[in-house]
């Protein structure tokens, strides 16, 4: 089992910054991917931005140039830069990781607001 707690959401104008982070706690051993998806009002959980093993990143077409994923392998936490933000980036952001077993993992969400 892997635990994610985590913190950074707010409320913020267009335009501005926020940076999100996750920790993680357990069967860290185990953790191949971590990232971070959102889901808005009335919409699908999407993919924002993810690690793959080692440091292959991938992003969401929607967020490139905007956000940038992190990851410290030696404090087990994953962050996320998000700059230049919108109000289409509103949503409940989670993080999550995905084990060499092929499990899934969740945290509780946080809450982004982009509005003026």
């Known amino acids: 089992q892997v635990q994610l707690v985590e913190s950074g959401g707010g409320l913020v104008q267009p335009g501005g910054s926020l940076r999100l982070s996750c920790a993680a706690s357990?069967?860290?051993?185990?953790?191949?991917?971590m990232g971070w998806y959102r889901q808005g009002s009335g919409k699908q959980r999407e993919l924002v931005a993810r690690?793959?093993?080692?440091?292959?990143?991938n992003y969401a077409d929607s967020v490139k140039g905007r956000f940038t994923i992190s990851r410290d392998t030696a404090k087990n936490t994953v962050s996320l830069q998000m700059n230049s933000l919108k109000p289409e980036d509103t949503g409940v952001y989670y993080c999550?990781?995905?084990?060499?077993?092929?499990?899934?993992?969740w945290g509780q969400g946080t809450q982004v607001t982009v509005s003026s």
């Open positions: 690690i793959i093993g080692v440091g292959s990143t």
């Open positions: 999550h990781v995905g084990s060499r077993m092929g499990n899934n993992y």
């Open positions: 357990g069967s860290i051993f185990s953790i191949y991917n």
